[in-house]
């Protein structure tokens, strides 16, 4: 069964630059059927996509964010990362990795989620 | 990109019928049918329900359907249960292979 798994630190000051880590167990991350994505939730609000990465390190991100996002891969360690800088406290958000469908192959759904780990942004 | 257009709730009593729909533009929905829809618990995270319209994975009970014209999509739940009470967010791909989310419809079993 894959699951995957945030890790990261949960309180980033105003300013300063949000990492995050999801490690993917129970299957490998070089699959060409899938990317890699990161998508948050702030408290109360609704889901927004932050981006995606495939095995071979292509990267799409949301527009809205895409000065400040950074999405890599590390498939010897099976993980891929978020790097958000420059935070402020609109960016206090649940944050979920996922596994998406790659949409060549016929689907672009997120079947598989991490559970989710809060990050705060306060000094 | 904007976010997908959704009701922000909906009702229904068990047993009944409810449709949540999700509108969107010509350069995701209308134009393509990678339209998913995922179902959340408070404090858990989303599950898939619907993907590419109408599918649904394994393990989704039918009650679940999915469909499409033109800009909006829905979801149809039948035979409404307790448990079916949640929120419930659309999404689709776009023409520049990103994704985009609805604003969530939170749904209540009366």
């Known amino acids: 069964q894959l699951q995957l798994q945030e890790s990261g630190p949960g309180l980033v000051k105003p300013s300063e630059t949000l990492s995050l880590t999801c490690t993917v167990s129970g299957g490998s991350i070089r699959s060409t059927i899938y990317y890699w994505g990161w998508i948050r939730q702030p408290p109360g609000k609704g889901l927004e996509w932050i981006g995606k990465i495939y095995f071979d390190g292509t990267t799409y991100t949301n527009p809205s964010l895409k000065s400040r996002v950074t999405i890599s891969v590390d498939t010897s360690k099976n993980q891929f990362s978020l790097t958000l800088t420059s935070v402020t406290a609109a960016d206090t958000a649940l944050y979920y990795c996922?596994?998406?469908?790659?949409?060549?192959?016929?689907?672009?759904?997120?079947?598989?989620w991490g559970q989710g780990t809060l990050v705060t942004v306060s000094s | 990109q904007s976010a997908l257009t959704q009701p922000a709730s909906v009702s229904g009593s068990p047993g009944q019928s409810i449709t949540i729909s999700c509108t969107g533009t010509s350069s995701d929905i209308n134009s393509y049918n990678y339209v998913s829809w995922y179902q959340q618990h408070p404090d858990k995270a989303p599950k898939l329900m619907i993907y590419e319209v109408s599918n649904r994975p394994s393990g989704v009970s039918s009650r679940f359907s999915g469909s499409k014209s033109g800009y909006t999509a829905f979801l149809t739940i039948s035979g409404l249960q307790a448990e079916d009470e949640a929120d419930y967010y659309c999404s689709s791909n776009t023409r520049t292979s990103h994704v985009v989310f609805g604003g969530g419809t939170k749904l209540t079993v009366l």
């Open positions: 996922a596994r998406q469908h790659n949409w060549n192959y016929g689907r672009a759904d997120f079947d598989y």
